[in-house]
């Protein structure tokens, strides 16, 4: 068996540590008691979604369900590969959130733009982009076409 030099062992504890790190991270989130009382409304809209005929209903519950699914991105779960299943996941590594600022002088240069070419732009993930996005919606700074992944955002100021 040959001898592992300093390097390579240093290499293999830091990936141990972020894994460590990483496991850590996960129980916290699992821990929350939010994410638990989340994760039963989202199923309980998914109910209402398979029992509900009118249309005016179904559109008004999927609004909902998009919200909650992204008040539990941004407590670091996402939804599972199948329709139903939660599963943790942590975010980017060095995902920052935007200034504000930035955003709007992006989108300026950049008119028409959608939030996964910004947040490539900007050094982010959709989830931290949503929040500091949405204040400037509120706040009428920024205005809105399209829906979901064709979402495009244009700069008022």
Do not use: H, W
Not at 20 to 42: C, T
Not at 65 to 76: I, K
Request: glycine fraction near 8%.
């Amino acid at each position: 068996m040959a001898k592992v030099n300093a390097d390579e062992q240093i290499k293999r504890l830091e990936a141990k540590i972020k894994l460590i790190k990483e496991r850590a991270e996960k129980k916290k989130a699992r821990k929350n008691p939010s994410v638990k009382f989340m994760a039963a409304a989202l199923r309980s809209i998914d109910k209402a979604l398979n029992a509900a005929e009118e249309p005016a209903i179904r559109k008004a519950l999927d609004e909902a369900r998009g919200t909650v699914s992204s008040c539990l991105a941004l407590c670091g779960v996402k939804q599972g590969t199948s329709r139903g299943t939660l599963t943790l996941r942590l975010r980017a590594q060095g995902s920052a959130v935007p200034n504000t600022q930035d955003l709007l002088t992006f989108m300026k240069g950049n008119p028409g733009s959608r939030s996964e070419q910004i947040s490539a732009a900007l050094g982010s993930d959709a989830a931290t982009l949503r929040t500091a996005m949405q204040k400037l919606i509120d706040a009428g700074k920024v205005r809105t076409e399209g829906q979901r992944r064709g979402r495009k955002y244009f700069s008022l100021v």
